[in-house]
């Protein structure tokens, strides 16, 4: 058992808690490299952001568990060398069985989901109960998740969303024991969310739905999945570079701003910074056909990561200064 405090890490408990209160979102950003990882942190220490570094189950296979616990580890050490030390949660992403949040709690990760969307309610509630008894006799935080997204993660696949129904989130906070709650509220995963015409707004999220949420669970901490923008700059760099990202649209920023000032305290954000990587290698590729130093495109994806991580601190969740 490795505990996560033995890595620098913190839960994700007093950071929520803060976030409600002063109306804004902590970062929920996934990583499988090291270059998505160098930019994270980066960009939040120049921001003075907190963080939560997402691991999904598929991360975990492609970076391999004991890379990641030193990354983990690295990541803190490496904050505190670039000048300020800032809160970093290692949490899995879209958990999907007991045995894998098991695994991950005994190998230091500091907070878990628990995804069991997917099932019947009264499965859900079980599932994601045993999770939670296991991982507070750790002191790690455990995210559940009522109603279901559209989009694809790993092996949990949706062609429709079903939004939460508010009449739920009572019964199953109580029963279960969750630190914080994903919901469904109109977001979805990837970067194909919405079919939008030029010119035309994606559909707006279901704040009523949020509403009636919060109003049954006052100050509860609410978590939004499936929050990239798919920024339409970095589309049509893409595709300027060869790359084909045909009608993709994201939730706007607006929208994400506005869920950020209520208990939404938990942004996860993946699609557009795999998309910005994207653009910045296709750029390289296209201006510079002989390069083939691995150093000097993953360099300029890097750096395109980090800018889109600090606007999502300045402009979208408010984070910023919140370290
Ligand atoms: O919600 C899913 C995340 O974007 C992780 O994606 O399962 O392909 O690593 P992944
Ligand atoms: P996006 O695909 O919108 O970036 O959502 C990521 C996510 O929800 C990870 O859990
Ligand atoms: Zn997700």
């Known amino acids: 058992m490795l505990h996560y405090k033995e890595l620098g890490l913190v839960n994700s408990r007093e950071l929520f808690q803060k976030a409600i209160k002063g109306g804004y979102a902590i970062p929920a950003f996934n990583f499988n490299n090291l270059e998505q990882l160098q930019a994270i942190i980066s960009a939040c220490v120049e921001t003075k ?88 006799q750790y002191d790690v935080t455990v995210e559940g998740e009522l109603g279901v997204l559209a989009g694809i993660e790993d092996e949990v696949s949706s062609a429709h969303s079903h939004y939460t129904q508010p009449e739920e989130v009572e019964d199953f906070v109580k029963r279960t024991g ?24 994606p559909p707006p999220l279901r704040f009523d739905i949020l509403e ?46 506005r869920a950020a000032s209520s208990a939404v305290c938990k942004i996860n954000i993946d699609s557009d910074g795999r998309l910005a990587m994207t653009a910045a290698i296709r750029k390289v590729f296209a201006e510079k056909p002989g390069e083939f130093d691995p150093r000097n495109y993953l360099g300029p994806a890097r750096d395109k990561l980090k800018e889109l991580y600090k606007h999502k601190i300045e402009h979208v969740l408010g984070s910023i200064n919140k370290a």
């Open 49 to 136: 952001s907190p963080v939560i570094l997402q691991v999904s189950k598929g991360a975990r296979k492609y970076a391999n568990q004991t890379l990641l616990q030193y990354l983990a580890k690295g990541a803190v050490e490496y904050a505190k060398e670039l000048g300020y030390s800032i809160p970093v949660v290692l949490h899995l992403d879209h958990g999907d069985s007991f045995e894998t949040a098991k695994s991950c709690i005994e190998s230091g990760f500091s907070s878990v989901m628990i995804d069991g969307s997917h099932l019947s309610y009264e499965e859900n509630v079980k599932l994601t109960k045993q999770v939670v008894d296991f991982a507070h």
């Open 178 to 201: 969750v630190d914080s709650l994903a919901i469904s509220i109109g977001t979805s995963h990837g970067a194909f969310k919405f079919k939008v015409k030029p010119g035309e707004l």
């Open 212 to 257: 009636e949420v919060e109003k049954r669970i006052p100050g509860f901490p609410i978590v939004l999945h499936g929050a990239s923008s798919v920024p339409q700059d970095i589309v049509a760099e893409i595709n300027k570079y060869g790359g084909k990202l045909d009608d993709t649209a994201g939730v706007s920023e607006d929208q994400l701003r």
